[in-house]
């Protein structure tokens, strides 16, 4: 049995072998040929043998307290870190919980700073993924990433907006931020997607506006489907009745918004307000007004969805819906931390509410 009182310089177990130790694999190829510390590095220096480096990072027992505390100024000193590959074949796991995401736009990344703030003290490391960046198969993207990650790099996953429902993957807790399909699956976070467009609505005809154009999103979107429904239930409510011709697709990119903000815009009856299904867009709507000459709030009224950081800082800010983003990432980090700990019955659906943020892009229709 190894004691950890190591001589001075013995770097290697029986038979002079650095590598193998009990496990611990050999250090791999990329790492001796990008220079970055091993483990016989750590060895070398701390003066002891591998199996007691392996022992001090791993926090097993056997190892004589001024010795670890020597291996671990090394290892601090060295920047070394075992293989998350490794560290996952040797105890089945990684305490890496992973969050995948189609890309890094205003919304994932809020998503990811409530993920962020609520993982500090619970033992765990986040490693964030973006799948589809640049891809024209956007559908499913979501389980060709979780393909290459899941079992070997993480424990757990939360997926923003995945596309498809999922299964669980080989045993692999999985949670879905604002999914495309709405609740199904095992366990989902979203924001009520209905009560926010109502409120928004119901906020421009409490203005005075009546003839009210909205921009949608994208048709496959379960968030995008209810926030139109919305929209179409309380002008009901009102006694309204939405003009089909000012109820366009705007995709939640300004990009995809471009033509038909210009329609909505262009047109000699053009409406009073516009309610853009998220933020990105009516900030797109409100650059648009602007080069066309309209006023925002005075000529035109713009409301959005979901209050990313943008939304206050454009010009004018915009009044809004918010999501509790940083919200309904720390739920769904804490959900796949409790599904980890205590097996799948831990998931569930969670919905979180939505508020009204008033700010200077809405007014009382032009007389």
Known sequence: MHSGTDSPGSTAGPGGDTTGAPGFPEPAADERATGRATITDVARVAGVSVATVSKVVNGRYGVAAATAERVLGVVADLGYESSLVARSLRRRQTNVIGVLVAEFEPFSTELLKGISAAIAGTGYELLAYCGDAGRSD??????????????????????????????????VPIVAIDPHTGPTGPATVDSDNLGGARTATEHLIGLGHTRIGYLGGRADLESARLRELGFKEAMAAAGLTPDPSLVLEGGYRPDRSDRPTHDLLERPDRPTAVFAANDLSAIHVIQVAQELGLRVPEDLSVIGFDDVPEAAGCT????????????????????????????????????????????????????
């Not at 309904?328 to 919905?351: D, F, K, Y």
């Open 138 to 171: 956007h559908v499913g993207w979501e389980r060709r990433s979780l393909s290459r990650l899941a079992g070997t790099l993480i424990d757990g996953v939360v997926i923003v907006t995945p596309t498809l429902a999922l299964p669980q993957h080989d045993g």
């Open 316 to 367: 004018p800010p915009l009044t809004t819906v918010a999501q509790s983003l940083h919200e309904m990432g720390a739920e769904a980090l804490r959900m796949v931390i409790a599904m980890l700990e205590s097996g799948p019955s831990a998931g569930h659906h969670t919905r979180l509410p939505t508020r009204l943020v008033q700010r200077s892009s809405t007014a009382p229709p032009p007389s």
